[in-house]
């Protein structure tokens, strides 16, 4: 890992940011035309049911193919490999379509008893549709792992884009005469176009050969390995159904505030967690099979800092300036004031959340990496039901505010879980050195958000949201710079070490 953090760290989180912040102007664009309504309500709570597929093949793919990929090229048999996988995934779309769109009445209905009749009617075609992008998403999903595999992150994250601002302008140039079907349909279309994209890029490399013959015995390890891998994924998405249906016993509007705030507060765990997680995952596959686990080690040792130094002082920085964050990002249009306010109460309860998963992402591509990926599945199932029972006493304790709460604490259980089952599973890591960083790091954090706040609340407090969060953004991103600088903290070192090689 030590020696890949540079320039190619540099693109991909250009793109990824790039890729994250369309997804965040998709909310914005449906934050302005259907605000906190039953309409957006409607649209979010079906938008879970077909994504759980999405994800299912999305980073069930990337966790998967890539390490299968890689030792099927070392054996000269890449193009074949991948082949096996691509046609079979086209039968599996084409039947999961098929079947999701049949059974989006039913599983509406059942999920979400409390919705209106417009409300359900709305999210089942919508779900409908959504499905029908089923084959599409399965073929992107493979294509998008070899691109990873081959280290050509950036056409990946590129290609998920497009699917995401095809949504967008869906909703933009349709949202008068189609509602909230702008973005379903936009959706399907981008799926397409981002096919047809790729396509110039494998046929150049000469990788793709349909005509391959299916080989059962080698496609059925495959999914051995896959399934358990894609199931663990869809483990997030049922924890945001459970707090959907939570969400829809309350007023309208809550199952908007829940997803909104949920997608802004993990804003850097999507930037720079699943970033730093996906550019280390083919270095510790190729560790591996070389069989060299000192470095196996450090990788994951040097990921976990490197994370943990990155997303932490975000995370506090959000914190302190949320709401004028949620002003800025989504008031205007259809969505008020007292949505914002809303909005803010409910993503201060995500912020758990969003340190645990990233940190978990590392010891999670060291599991899948040992083809150990069951051992997530086993402790995502059990959190399904911790979540289900955390909804249940949080929201009678302390109403819908308790849905975050929830994903927090599964979210620390989750992390600790999977961290003393991976670090057992290699033989122990250096955890001395990492609580050392941890905590230099922590300490730095602690100093930057406390001048944050002071400079918010005594000096910047006339401000206007926009230049209030430059300001404190600029000066907290020095004063942690100098603090992690004067703490000699190990991870700065290794990433401008890095940069310096690269460059």
């Not at 079979?88 to 509406?108: E, N, Q, R, T």
């Not at 506090?316 to 008031?331: A, R």
């Amino acid at each position: 890992m030590t020696r890949k953090l540079g320039i190619t760290s540099l693109i991909f989180i250009t793109v990824t940011l790039f890729l994250k912040i369309s997804g965040l102007l998709r909310d914005m664009t449906i934050a302005f035309y259907f605000g906190d309504s039953y309409l957006a309500d409607a649209y979010l709570a079906a938008f879970i049911i077909p994504n759980m597929l999405f994800l299912f093949m999305i980073n069930g793919m990337k966790n998967a193919l890539v390490p299968g990929y890689i030792d099927a090229k070392h054996a000269n048999q890449g193009k074949n490999y991948l082949n096996q996988i691509l046609k079979s995934i086209v039968y599996i779309g084409i039947l999961f379509g098929l079947l999701g769109a049949l059974l989006s009445p039913v599983l509406i209905r059942v999920l979400y008893p409390a919705f209106n009749s417009e409300a359900t009617s709305i999210a089942v075609n919508v779900s409908i549709i959504l499905f029908a992008a089923l084959m599409f998403v399965g073929i992107n999903s493979v294509m998008e792992a070899y691109l990873d595999a081959e280290n050509l992150f950036s056409l990946s994250a590129f290609s998920q884009m497009i699917v995401i601002l095809s949504s967008i302008a869906g909703a933009v140039l349709f949202a008068g005469e189609l509602s909230v079907y702008s973005l379903a349909l936009g959706y399907l279309v981008g799926s397409i176009i981002s096919l047809i994209f790729k396509i110039p890029v494998l046929s150049k490399r000469n990788m793709i050969n349909l005509g391959t013959k299916l080989n059962f015995p080698e496609l059925s390890a495959f999914y051995r390995v896959f399934i358990p891998v894609a199931m663990t994924v869809m483990v997030g998405q049922i924890n945001l159904a459970v707090d959907n249906v939570f969400a829809s016993y309350f007023q309208e509007g809550v199952v908007t505030y829940i997803n909104y705030a949920k997608n802004l507060v993990h804003f850097p765990q999507q930037i720079f967690g699943i970033t730093i997680a996906t550019i280390m995952f083919p270095m510790l596959a190729k560790a591996m099979a070389a069989n060299d686990e000192p470095s196996f080690k450090r990788g994951i040792e040097n990921g976990l800092n490197v994370m943990y130094l990155v997303v932490l002082p975000a995370i506090v920085g959000m914190f302190v300036l949320m709401p004028n964050i949620i002003s800025l990002v989504y008031q205007r249009g259809a969505f008020s004031e007292e949505a914002v306010i809303n909005t803010s109460e409910v993503a201060y309860y995500y912020f758990g959340s969003v340190l645990f998963f990233s940190l978990n992402n590392v010891s999670n591509k060291g599991l899948y990496t040992l083809k150990k990926g069951h051992y997530v599945l086993i402790i995502g199932l059990i959190t399904v039901v911790l979540n289900a029972v955390f909804n249940y006493i949080f929201t009678t304790w302390m109403g819908y505010v308790g849905i975050p709460l929830a994903s927090s604490a599964v979210g620390l259980l989750y992390a600790l879980a999977c961290y003393i089952v991976f670090s057992k599973t290699i033989n122990g890591l250096d955890h001395k050195h990492v609580l050392k960083e941890f905590t230099k790091i922590t300490l730095s954090v602690v100093i930057m958000g406390l001048a944050a706040y002071l400079l918010k609340t005594q000096v910047l407090h006339n401000f206007s949201d926009f230049l209030l969060i430059i300001v404190i953004a600029l000066a907290g991103a020095l004063i942690y710079i100098i603090c992690i600088w004067l703490f000699k903290v190990k991870a700065l070192k290794v990433l401008i070490t890095n940069f310096r090689k690269k460059a």
